[in-house]
């Protein structure tokens, strides 16, 4: 709170109204008394600040700008009840990296960030939540949205970056090493880097294992390598998102095994991208136009190859449009076909059967040869873990479910049959995600302001989706997977003729 004192000591050091006109004094009084101007551009040790109690729930509160102003370190206000610190964006209130996520501190006059050394969130009755645990001198917010924490002296090191804790969003020349992960706002997805390539996986069960554990791998992204050749044994890779409009995968540093260029590649504009990891379980580039951010890259063009792109037991056709597995039901966007969730190890469950669909990315996927659909269903069926399997009548691939039952494709091939375990009972439960769904909303949110533009730019341009205009000039921007699951009552209709 030195801010306030500070700026106080310069309106009372000011000349008597005799030397200034009023209005100026007055005009001058009204800026520096109003709080959300009052971000500072360093901390020093003994900074604390505290969430203001009258902030509007959907607004944050400043506390350090960077030297430009495009990016502040901020208290935001999660689920009304609760804070994170975060790096914004500051024209498109975009967050762009988020501290101690779990658990979040409440939003009260109990919970104070306080700068000694480290950077601490603290609450007067349960302590620490997050912190730095460094030993520095001074906090500062870079002019591409990088958190300092530099040391003491003339040429000062830095002993803590934010750079190095990615949240779900990566910026320009952001180093992504393997020792990292981006996670999703609603905590099911996660990118990491592999050996030789980009892995995105999945979590969908509640009970899904340690936080180590990534969980299921549903997309991966091989290098090219036509520049370099990744060696093995050669160290690991990092991706960096580069000012020049493409994400590139690089070995030792500087070699460049793998480019992927954006729509705006090669066009200037340095420090305007960014890539994030979406709730839906795409990575998605965006480049910011100077008033809004426009969609620029898609790591995964076909949205049936999203895991779950039609919700839990949904069906998704390539064209773009969304069934449920179960025709006799209807789908409707936002809700679950069937209720997904635990195993069925203390569940009763009924079986579902389906022919002419197959599981998304099955390149990926592990199966086993099977000689008869009964084999492979028999072996679903005495495994309370498994949650269903897809078969393959002309290979004999089987292939088990052994996660909550997402999204499979419709294919025009009747000898590929599914077999799913529903759960029995009545009433549709959401997947257990807690605070995340507070911070994803906030986002889409965020993004719904900001990225209509930005949407509309990007339907343009995708590809394989061919009808659907209508719809989604009504939709209006909420994203584009939204328009896929809008898009299922045309197909409804269809079916059940
Ligand atoms: C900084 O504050 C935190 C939380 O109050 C405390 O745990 C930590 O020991 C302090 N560090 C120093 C160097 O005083
Ligand atoms: C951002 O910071 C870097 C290094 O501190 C500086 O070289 C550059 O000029 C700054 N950019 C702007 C737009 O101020
Ligand atoms: C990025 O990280 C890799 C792996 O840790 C390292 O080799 C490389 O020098 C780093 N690059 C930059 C620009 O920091
Ligand atoms: C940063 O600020 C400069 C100068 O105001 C502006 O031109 C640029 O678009 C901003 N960049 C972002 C990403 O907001
Ligand atoms: C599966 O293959 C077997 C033997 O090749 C055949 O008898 C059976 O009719 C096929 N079933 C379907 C549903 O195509």
Same mark, same amino acid.
């Given at each position: 709170?030195?801010?306030?004192?500070?700026?106080?000591?310069?309106?009372?050091?000011?000349?008597?109204?005799?030397?200034?006109?009023?209005?100026?004094?007055?005009?001058?009084i009204?800026?520096l008394?109003?709080?959300?101007?009052?971000?500072?551009q360093?901390?020093?040790?003994?900074?604390?600040?505290?969430?203001?109690?009258?902030?509007?729930?959907?607004?944050?509160?400043?506390?350090?700008?960077?030297?430009?102003?495009?990016?502040?370190?901020?208290?935001?206000?999660?689920?009304?009840?609760?804070?994170?610190?975060?790096?914004?964006?500051?024209? =498109?209130?975009?967050?762009?990296?988020?501290? *101690?996520? $779990? /658990?979040?501190?409440? +939003?009260? &006059?109990?919970?104070?960030?306080?700068?000694?050394?480290s950077?601490?969130i603290?609450?007067?009755?349960?302590?620490?939540?997050?912190?730095?645990?460094?030993?520095?001198?001074?906090?500062?917010?870079?002019?591409? =949205?990088?958190?300092?924490?530099?040391?003491? *002296?003339? $040429? /000062?090191v830095v002993? +803590?970056? &934010?750079?190095?804790?990615?949240?779900?969003?990566?910026?320009?020349?952001?180093?992504?090493?393997?020792?990292?992960?981006?996670?999703?706002?609603?905590?099911?997805?996660?990118?990491?880097?592999?050996?030789?390539?980009?892995?995105?996986y999945?979590?969908?069960?509640?009970? $899904?294992?340690?936080d180590?554990?990534?969980?299921?791998?549903?997309?991966?992204?091989?290098?090219?390598?036509?520049?370099?050749?990744?060696?093995?044994?050669?160290g690991?890779?990092?991706?960096?998102?580069?000012?020049?409009?493409?994400?590139?995968?690089?070995?030792?540093?500087?070699?460049?095994?793998?480019?992927?260029?954006?729509?705006?590649?090669?066009?200037?504009?340095t420090?305007?991208?960014?890539?994030?990891?979406?709730?839906?379980g795409?990575?998605?580039?965006?480049?910011?136009?100077?008033?809004?951010?426009?969609?620029?890259?898609?790591?995964?063009?076909?949205?049936?190859?999203?895991?779950?792109?039609?919700?839990?037991?949904?069906?998704?056709r390539?064209?773009?449009?969304?069934?449920?597995?179960?025709?006799?039901?209807?789908?409707?966007s936002?809700?679950?076909?069937?209720?997904?969730?635990?195993?069925?190890?203390?569940?009763?469950?009924?079986?579902?059967?389906?022919?002419?669909?197959?599981?998304?990315?099955?390149?990926?996927?592990?199966?086993?040869?099977?000689?008869?659909?009964?084999?492979?269903?028999?072996?679903?069926?005495?495994?309370?873990?498994?949650?269903?399997?897809v078969?393959?009548?002309?290979?004999?691939?089987?292939?088990?479910?052994?996660?909550?039952?997402?999204?499979?494709?419709?294919?025009m091939?009747?000898?590929?049959?599914?077999?799913?375990?529903?759960?029995?009972?009545?009433?549709?439960?959401?997947?257990g995600?807690?605070?995340?769904?507070?911070?994803?909303?906030?986002?889409?949110?965020?993004?719904?302001?900001?990225?209509?533009?930005?949407?509309v730019?990007y339907?343009?341009?995708?590809?394989?989706?061919?009808?659907?205009?209508?719809?989604?000039g009504?939709?209006?921007?909420?994203?584009?997977?939204?328009n896929?699951?809008?898009?299922?009552?045309?197909?409804?209709?269809?079916s059940?003729?």
């Amino acid at each position: 709170m030195n801010t306030y004192k500070y700026k106080h000591y310069i309106i009372y050091s000011l000349p008597p109204f005799t030397m200034y006109g009023f209005p100026i004094i007055y005009t001058a009084i009204l800026l520096l008394l109003s709080p959300p101007n009052a971000a500072l551009q360093e901390l020093l040790r003994g900074f604390t600040a505290t969430p203001d109690s009258s902030l509007p729930v959907s607004s944050f509160q400043p506390l350090l700008t960077d030297s430009i102003g495009n990016y502040s370190l901020a208290f935001l206000r999660v689920d009304r009840t609760h804070l994170a610190l975060a790096v914004i964006h500051v024209s =498109s209130q975009v967050p762009l990296w988020i501290a *101690g996520k $779990s /658990p979040l501190a409440p +939003w009260s &006059s109990q919970t104070r960030l306080s700068f000694n050394g480290s950077l601490v969130i603290s609450h007067s009755h349960t302590g620490v939540f997050w912190s730095t645990y460094t030993d520095g001198h001074r906090v500062r917010l870079s002019n591409t =949205s990088n958190l300092l924490i530099e040391s003491e *002296g003339e $040429s /000062p090191v830095v002993v +803590w970056q &934010s750079f190095d804790f990615p949240y779900n969003t990566l910026v320009e020349n952001q180093n992504f090493t393997s020792a990292m992960k981006l996670v999703s706002s609603n905590g099911m997805y996660s990118m990491k880097l592999g050996s030789d390539f980009i892995g995105f996986y999945a979590r969908f069960a509640t009970n $899904s294992g340690p936080d180590s554990d990534p969980g299921r791998l549903y997309f991966q992204h091989n290098p090219m390598e036509t520049k370099a050749h990744i060696t093995k044994g050669e160290g690991p890779i990092h991706a960096t998102l580069s000012p020049n409009g493409f994400l590139g995968l690089y070995q030792n540093s500087s070699n460049q095994v793998d480019l992927q260029p954006f729509s705006s590649f090669q066009q200037p504009g340095t420090g305007n991208r960014i890539i994030r990891l979406e709730p839906d379980g795409n990575l998605i580039g965006y480049y910011w136009t100077g008033s809004s951010w426009v969609v620029d890259f898609k790591q995964i063009a076909n949205p049936c190859d999203l895991p779950s792109s039609c919700g839990a037991y949904g069906l998704c056709r390539p064209g773009n449009s969304c069934s449920c597995l179960d025709n006799r039901r209807s789908y409707s966007s936002g809700d679950q076909c069937e209720t997904s969730g635990d195993d069925f190890c203390r569940k009763r469950y009924r079986v579902l059967r389906r022919s002419g669909v197959e599981l998304a990315n099955k390149e990926i996927m592990a199966y086993t040869m099977m000689s008869s659909l009964e084999k492979c269903e028999r072996a679903c069926e005495e495994k309370c873990t498994c949650w269903g399997a897809v078969y393959s009548n002309t290979s004999g691939f089987c292939y088990a479910i052994d996660y909550p039952v997402q999204t499979l494709v419709e294919v025009m091939d009747e000898t590929k049959m599914g077999y799913f375990k529903v759960r029995e009972g009545a009433g549709k439960d959401k997947m257990g995600v807690g605070l995340w769904v507070g911070l994803g909303s906030l986002c889409g949110v965020v993004l719904l302001i900001s990225g209509v533009g930005g949407v509309v730019l990007y339907r343009k341009e995708s590809r394989g989706v061919k009808g659907y205009e209508e719809e989604e000039g009504i939709n209006g921007g909420v994203g584009p997977y939204k328009n896929l699951r809008s898009a299922s009552s045309k197909s409804i209709e269809l079916s059940e003729r």
